[in-house]
């Protein structure tokens, strides 16, 4: 079935350094979304992606996503700790949403 | 506005009980997502309704799960009878179209013993 890679699956960080991760699917995706999840908290949005080669950008973040719609990243840049959280990024290939298993941020002061 | 409301917000209770959650999700939203959330498996998502009618199911894990949504207010997630192996976080999200961005509740976090 339809598959979301996700990598890393943890990253500890200095404040100051830069993060990314990244998502592949198996299929082709109509769109690509990124949610944010605190300790303890719930997923919350981030942005969607629809276009072939999108690239948004919010402050500090960067989202790209593939010329071939399969694959997503999302970049911090100069993390700060209240970046902490576990990043998924979710896509809906045909009628199935799949989710990406996570990358925990971990960023020391 | 109360965002997408979850109850209870923890449960726990023995194997072979029957466990209900309940979500209400935004006024307006006709999309409804139930997920599971496991530190094993991440986050799965188990069925979403529109407009009140089940669309996919396929995720529910097997038959002791099952989802309703008696109107566009409300829906619960049963589980009966429960095993330990449910212990999770379950969310309840909605939208207001398939592939928009999704306002997750709180969830509930279930404790099987």
């Known amino acids: 079935g339809q598959q979301v890679m996700q990598i890393p699956q943890y990253q500890h960080v200095q404040e100051g350094e830069d993060f990314t991760t990244y998502c592949n699917s198996s299929?082709?995706?109509?769109?690509i979304q990124w949610y944010k999840q605190r300790p303890g908290g719930h997923p919350v949005f981030l942005i969607q992606l629809v276009k072939s080669g999108e690239v948004k950008k919010q402050k500090r973040l960067t989202f790209q996503f593939g010329e071939a719609k399969k694959n997503s990243s999302l970049h911090i840049t100069a993390t700060q700790t209240t970046d902490v959280g576990t990043y998924f990024c979710?896509?809906?290939?045909?009628?199935?949403?799949?989710f990406g298993a996570g990358t925990i941020l971990r960023v020391k002061s | 506005d109360a965002g997408v409301i979850q109850s209870p917000r923890h449960e726990v209770t023995e194997m072979g009980q029957e466990v209900t959650l309940r979500c209400k999700p935004i006024?307006?939203?006709?999309?409804l997502f139930w997920y599971r959330q496991t530190m094993m498996r991440g986050l799965e998502l188990l069925i979403y309704f529109n407009n009140n009618v089940p669309i996919d199911d396929s995720g529910m894990p097997e038959d002791r799960f099952s989802a309703k949504m008696p109107n566009a207010s409300f829906s619960t997630l049963k589980i009966q009878p429960s095993e330990p192996r449910d212990s999770a976080v379950y969310f309840c999200?909605?939208?207001?179209?398939?592939?928009?961005?999704?306002?997750f509740g709180p969830g509930t976090r279930l404790t099987v013993l």
């Open positions: 006024s307006g939203h006709d999309y």
């Open positions: 999200a909605s939208n207001t179209g398939r592939a928009n961005e999704q306002f």
């Open positions: 979710a896509g809906w290939g045909g009628n199935k949403l799949v």
């Open positions: 299929t082709t995706l109509s769109n």
